[in-house]
C-alpha cells in the first residue's frame, strides 16, 4: 500500500521512527530532500543540533580510522535536492548556533558581528559553525530541506519543509550525524513543534546490535506521554547554564538486598552557582558515569558481595575496572546466574532496579565452560564542569523512559523492549 503524505500541523499528531542499535548508540534514519535521500544518524537526547555529512567525496573525519569504509557512514547531497537551500543569517537557528562561546566557530574567528546576526539585518547566508561535543567537533553550514518522518498508524508519513540542520563536511571523532533531542530551538523536536508535549523511547539490549530485523520504537507526541501504568516520574532539574539539557537527581543507590551501597554526594541532584551538577540523561553516552568516591565506593561494595575469580586480563584490554570468570557449566552465556541488583533511587522516591543485563554483560561468547562479565559503569574525568553524572543508554535498555516535556518530568519502568517493538510492528521475522 503507498504510503500517504501531509504536512506536519499543530493538530498532528503524533510520530514514531524506529531506532537501530549499533555498537555504541541508537541511529534513527533521517529522510531528507526531493527526491529523498536516507541518512542514518545518532539520536542524541544530550545535544541540540541535527546534522549529517556532506557530501560523498568531500566528508573528512579526522581520527575516524574504525569507522572507514563502515556502511552507516551515508551522506547528504544537497546538489541532488531540488528543495534545499542554505540558512539565512537573519534566522534564529543561525542566531542560535553562533551564540555560543566556541572558540572554534568560523564566525567568531572571521570577527562576525554578532550585532548584526541578532538585530537580524543581514540577507546573506547563515555563516559556517563550529559544534563542539565531549570528544570531538563538527564543522559544517546550516542547511533547510524537506524532512520525512513516520506517524503511529501504518503507512502514514509526513513531511516538513524547511527543517533546518547543519550540513557537515569535515569532523574530528564524529563519523555518523546526529539527531539532537534537546530542549534548544535546533532540536529536531522542537523544530517539529513537539517539545511542548514529550516523547519516549525503549532501548532493545546489546544482544540485539547490528540486527536488521528489529528495532526500537521512538514514539513522539502525545501518545508518548499518555497515561500509563507503573510508571514512575521523577522532576527535570532546570541549570540556568545548561537550559538545554536534561537532568534528574539522584538520591541513592543500593546494591543487592538493599544495603545502602554509597552515600551520594548532593552534586548528583543540585546545581552549584556556576551551573555545575545534577544527573545529566543522555542517549548519546553510552554507559553511566559516577563521581568520584561513589564510583570506587560502588566497586568495594560490588567485590565484597561477589566471590568469582577477576578476570584481570579482560579487564586491562577493555578498560573496565570489575570483571568476572562465571561458570557456565552448560555452555550458555549465563544470563540467570545471579549477580548483585543495582537499583539507582532518584527523585520524588522512584526507584529503578536495573535488568540483570544493564550492569553486567558478557564481553565475548562462553570459553572453557565460563563467560566473562564486567560491570559497564564508568568514573567521572576529574576537573570536567557540567553534570555530576551521566545517565547512558546502556544501563537504559529494557526500560521504557518517558520525556514528559509538558510538566517537566522523567518516568521510567522496566519493559521487555524487544516485545514492545513486536507490539509496534518493528520486527520482522
Request: hydrophobic share 35%.
Amino acid at each position: 500500500m503507498k504510503a500517504s503524505t501531509a504536512k506536519l500541523t499543530s493538530e498532528t499528531l503524533d510520530m514514531m521512527e524506529p531506532l537501530r542499535e549499533v555498537r555504541d548508540g541508537y541511529l534513527i534514519s533521517l529522510t531528507l530532500g526531493t527526491p529523498s535521500q536516507v541518512v542514518p544518524v545518532y539520536m542524541d537526547t544530550g545535544s541540540d543540533l541535527t546534522w549529517v555529512p556532506c557530501g560523498n567525496l568531500s566528508f573528512d573525519c579526522m581520527d575516524c580510522d574504525d569507522y572507514r569504509n563502515n556502511k552507516l557512514m551515508a551522506t547528504f547531497s544537497p546538489s541532488y535536492s531540488s528543495s534545499s537551500s542554505r540558512d539565512s543569517c537573519s534566522s534564529r537557528f543561525c542566531i542560535d548556533i553562533h551564540s555560543s562561546d566556541n572558540s572554534l566557530d568560523p564566525c567568531a574567528i572571521a570577527g562576525c558581528s554578532l550585532t548584526t546576526l541578532l538585530r537580524a539585518t543581514c540577507s546573506r547566508p547563515c555563516p559556517s559553525f563550529a559544534y563542539t561535543y565531549g570528544q570531538g567537533d563538527v564543522l559544517g553550514s546550516l542547511t533547510r530541506d524537506t524532512l520525512k518522518v513516520h506517524g503511529t498508524s501504518p503507512g502514514k508519513t509526513w513531511q516538513i519543509p524547511n527543517f533546518c540542520f547543519g550540513c557537515v563536511g569535515s569532523t574530528y571523532r564524529e563519523p555518523i550525524g546526529i539527531a539532537g533531542f534537546g530542549r534548544g530551538p535546533l532540536s529536531l523536536p522542537f523544530q517539529l513543534g513537539f517539545l511542548h508535549k514529550g516523547f519516549s523511547h525503549c532501548f532493545l539490549p546489546f544482544k540485539f546490535a547490528n540486527n536488521p530485523n528489529i528495532s526500537s520504537p521512538l514514539v513522539v507526541g502525545d501518545v508518548a506521554v499518555s497515561v500509563k501504568e507503573n510508571l514512575q516520574f521523577t522532576p527535570m532539574l532546570k541549570s540556568f547554564v545548561y537550559p538545554n539539557y536534561y537532568y534528574i537527581g539522584l538520591e541513592a543507590i543500593t546494591v543487592g538486598n538493599g544495603s545502602a551501597a554509597a552515600e551520594v554526594p548532593l552534586s548528583l541532584r543540585e546545581f552549584d552557582s556556576f551551573g555545575n551538577g545534577g544527573m545529566l540523561i543522555d542517549s548519546g553516552t553510552t554507559y553511566t558515569h559516577l563521581p568520584e568516591p561513589l564510583y570506587s565506593q560502588l566497586l568495594s561494595v560490588l567485590q565484597s558481595l561477589i566471590s568469582y575469580p577477576r578476570a584481570g586480563d579482560v579487564e586491562e584490554r577493555s578498560g573496565f575496572d570489575l570483571c568476572y570468570r562465571i561458570p557456565c557449566p552448560n555452555g550458555s552465556v549465563a544470563d540467570k546466574v545471579p549477580l548483585p541488583a543495582i537499583t539507582l533511587h532518584f527523585l520524588n522516591n522512584v526507584s529503578l532496579e536495573m535488568p540483570q543485563g544493564n550492569h553486567f554483560y558478557a564481553m565475548a561468547a562462553p570459553s572453557n565452560r565460563t563467560v566473562v562479565k564486567c560491570w559497564l559503569f564508568q568514573s567521572m574525568e576529574e576537573g570536567e564542569e557540567g553534570p555530576a553524572g551521566v545517565f547512558g543508554s546502556f544501563q537504559q535498555q529494557n526500560v521504557e523512559v518517558v520525556y514528559d516535556l509538558e510538566r517537566e518530568r522523567i518516568g521510567f519502568r522496566p519493559m521487555d523492549c524487544a516485545t514492545a517493538a513486536a507490539s509496534q510492528g518493528l520486527h520482522r521475522t
